[in-house]
Each structure stands twice: as C-alpha cells, then as structure tokens.
C-alpha cells in the first residue's frame, strides 16, 4: 500500500514511537542506569538561623543534598562543609551568584561574567557540587537576536568548560520561561547547545516551574535533555512547594528515569504556611511521585 504525504507525517513518528516504547518495555534502556531520586533544596527555603542549623533540620527530614548560592561562595567554603558535616547531606549544586551577563551585547559585562564564574567553580568543585548553575541573559540584560547571542554564548563556553572540568564540576544552562528570559526557554535547546559546544563539563538543567510554562511534555523534555541534564529545580506551576497546587511531576519523573538521572532534584520554590509542617509534606509527596512514575 502507497503511503501518502500526510500518512508519512502522522502515522510514521507515532510508529516509531510505538516500537521505542515497546522495546523499552521490553527490556529497559541498555546504556542508562537506574535513576535515583535525591532531594535537595536552595538554602534560602529551608528555616533556621544559620547554615548550620538548616543542614540539620534537612537530614532530619530526610533531604540528600543542599544547594547553595554562588555569590561569595569562595569565601564561605569551609562554612557550608561545617553546616553538612555529620549528616548525609551534600552539596547538590552551586546557584549563579556571579556578576556580569554571558550574552550581554557589551563584550565588558561578557568578560566580567567569564571572570566571575571562573572564580566561582574552584569552590564549586571544592564542594563536589555537580555544577555550577548560569542563565546566559535574563530579559532585558541584552540587545542580541537569538542567532548573535547563541553565537556568542558557544564561543564562551568551551573556555568555562575548561574551567569548569579543572576544578572537577560543570557548567550548568538553565532554560527560562520566557517571562524571564526570551533566550533559552526550552531544555532541547539548552541540550542542542551543549552538543555544539562538545564539552564534558558543559550540561544543562530542567526546572520544573519553567517547563510547565515552556514545554509541551515533562516526559519529552526530559528525554530531550538527554545525558547533559545534572540538575533539576523543582516547584509547583505556581513556583510553590511541590503537592501545593494540582502540577503532576510524574511525567517529569517518567523522563528522568528514562534517561537514567543520577543528580539531585533541589527545591527553588516559595512556602505556603509553616515550612517546618509543609515541607516534610512536600517531600513525601514527591517519592509518592516518584513511584508512581512507571515507564
């Protein structure tokens, strides 16, 4: 039977999507391993008066990492391996905190920005953390189109890779929503950047809160990120704890275990009432997510 142009379209992607699943049911993915959940959290959601006493409050309620900021992370090293010490936390990943724009139309804010992140990744590495966590320009930090600055932004980064690889850790992209940042809002894109550039320390992230506003599928763009996702952020659609509004993350879970994720998922998310009751909540309900995630 002749297949016509429309037939071809439709029916064949759907085909082979069909015989990917059914092989995968099969037998599973041959060259991934078994995904892991590992829950962590930014700094700033988790109560306490000090570092100290927030690592102590997350491995109680049974976190596996802390993230933390970079903006004068040099100088607060030996406070954060004080604040996990004796726990089963680690440092998941290091959040921005550097100065400049990457795509900034202004080569001298471009330099700074190098600079700056190249300061930041010894102390990243030193905390093992999985990588260090840029946004190539937020709304308004540039005048460049998308084909200058993505340009510009593949120049740069086999030099922070470098940088990046020297001190044992990675460079992080994290795709925006498009209220945020007009350029990179897509994990496809981020992982079609990191492929160009072909780096081992250049990866990128997922953040759930962008995704829901982004993405067409969790699932999808999970698989689409591939083996250069390190990190996830995770939210509800309305960037509050996760189980605080009706945002599902199996699907996001279903990608993540289909490409074998073995990093942390960090909460960045506001608290509705009292953090000490809601998040123990929140991170049971994201291992219920979690196995209800089947493949």
Not at 13 to 29: D, E, F, R, V
Not at 30 to 43: G, H
Not at 232 to 241: E, F, I
Not at 252 to 276: H, M, N, T
């Amino acid at each position: 039977m002749r297949m016509n142009r429309r037939d071809f379209m439709f029916k064949a992607p759907l085909a082979g999507a069909g015989l990917a699943i059914a092989a995968k049911g099969i037998s599973g993915i041959t060259d991934a391993p078994r995904a892991v959940l590992k829950l962590s959290s930014q700094e700033g959601v988790i109560p306490g008066q000090n570092l100290r006493e927030k690592a102590r409050r997350m491995d109680k309620w049974g976190f596996d990492g802390l993230e933390v900021w970079g903006g004068g992370l040099p100088k607060r090293i030996e406070e954060v391996k004080d604040a996990i010490k004796g726990t089963r936390l680690r440092i998941s990943a290091v959040c921005a905190g550097y100065k400049g724009v990457l795509i900034s139309d202004d080569k001298s804010v471009r330099e700074q920005a190098v600079k700056s992140i190249k300061e930041i990744l010894p102390a990243a590495g030193d905390l093992e953390a999985t990588g260090l966590i840029m946004v190539p320009a937020f709304n308004g930090q540039t005048k460049l189109d998308h084909v200058e600055g993505r340009k510009i932004l593949v120049d740069l980064l086999p030099e922070l890779g470098e940088a990046a690889r020297k001190a044992g850790t990675r460079v992080l992209l994290e795709p925006l929503n498009r209220g945020e940042a007009w350029f990179l809002r897509q994990l496809a894109d981020a992982a079609a950047i990191c492929r160009d550039v072909n780096h081992p320390a250049v990866c990128m992230m997922g953040d759930f809160y962008h995704m829901g506003i982004e993405e067409t599928s969790d699932l999808g763009a999970f698989i689409s990120g591939g083996k250069y996702v390190h990190h996830v952020h995770l939210a509800s659609r309305k960037r509050n704890l996760p189980g605080q509004d009706k945002r599902s993350f199996r699907g996001g879970f279903q990608g993540l275990k289909w490409i074998g994720y073995q990093d942390y998922c960090s909460f960045e998310c506001g608290v509705i009432g009292a953090r000490e009751v809601e998040i123990p909540k929140s991170l049971a309900f994201l291992r219920k997510e979690w196995e209800k995630a089947v493949l």
